[in-house]
């Protein structure tokens, strides 16, 4: 690959961009990787799940996945122990206003407390669940041997910091985590 004929390297203000020009069909996808996970910050993976089930303004939940799915896109988080990051998939018409929905919605999320429980429990109960499964024992124990106390495992905050933590506070970090830089 040839820089400026198979892609476009660009420097905003968030960090790098880099673009290649899709002539397969009409569809676009948009990645944002920021070097901030797990370690960095404990409780930011469960804030973006929490984030992921939320609404924004005056849109439910329910409305606002409506929304996305008029527009024909998609968004998905992924976090991990060193980067987490953000992708929106979608038609290519669309790109700007996906792109606009994302960042208004990451500036602006709600979530309504019943939901906020619902998640918690169901975080709490998948905990319980992996601590009974060998593979997700062996894969602890892996991490260990290889990592000691950098362990992915030793890294994620206690059911206790979970039920301690509040919307407020979790929102906060998913709105830190948009103006991280971004690649």
Same mark, same amino acid.
């Given at each position: 690959?040839?820089?400026? $004929?198979? +892609?476009?390297? $660009? ?9 290649? &020009?899709n002539d397969v069909n009409e569809l676009f996808t948009v990645s944002y990787e ?9 409780? /930011?993976? +469960? !804030? ?8 924004? @303004? =005056? ?9 996305? +799915?008029? /527009? @024909? *896109?998609?968004?998905? /988080? +992924? ?10 998939? @979608?038609? =290519? ?7 606009? %929905?994302? $960042?208004?919605?990451?500036? =602006?999320? $709600?979530i309504h407390p019943d939901v906020a429980k619902k998640v918690l429990a169901n ?8 601590? &009974? *499964?060998?593979? !997700?024992?062996? #894969? #602890? /124990?892996?991490?260990?041997? %290889? ?5 992915? %495992? ?6 206790? =910091? ?5 919307? #407020? !506070?979790? %929102? ?12």
């Amino acid at each position: 690959l040839r820089e400026g $004929h198979d +892609y476009q390297r $660009h420097v905003l203000p968030q960090g790098i961009a880099i673009t290649a &020009q899709n002539d397969v069909n009409e569809l676009f996808t948009v990645s944002y990787e920021m070097g901030i996970g797990l370690r960095s910050s404990p409780l /930011l993976c +469960y !804030a973006l799940d929490l984030f992921e089930r939320s609404g924004r @303004g =005056d849109l439910s939940p329910s409305q606002l996945q409506r929304k996305l +799915y008029q /527009l @024909g *896109t998609t968004i998905s /988080l +992924y976090c991990g122990a060193d980067q987490s990051g953000i992708t929106v998939s @979608g038609i =290519d018409r669309n790109l700007e206003k996906s792109l606009r %929905f994302l $960042h208004q919605w990451l500036r =602006d999320a $709600h979530i309504h407390p019943d939901v906020a429980k619902k998640v918690l429990a169901n975080t709490l109960s998948e905990r319980e669940d992996r601590m &009974q *499964t060998p593979r !997700a024992i062996s #894969a #602890a /124990l892996r991490s260990f041997a %290889f990592y000691s106390d950098n362990s992915y %495992f030793l890294q994620e905050p206690s059911n206790q =910091d979970l039920q301690k933590s509040t919307v #407020a !506070a979790l %929102f906060s970090l998913v709105k830190d985590f948009a103006d991280h830089e971004t690649r």
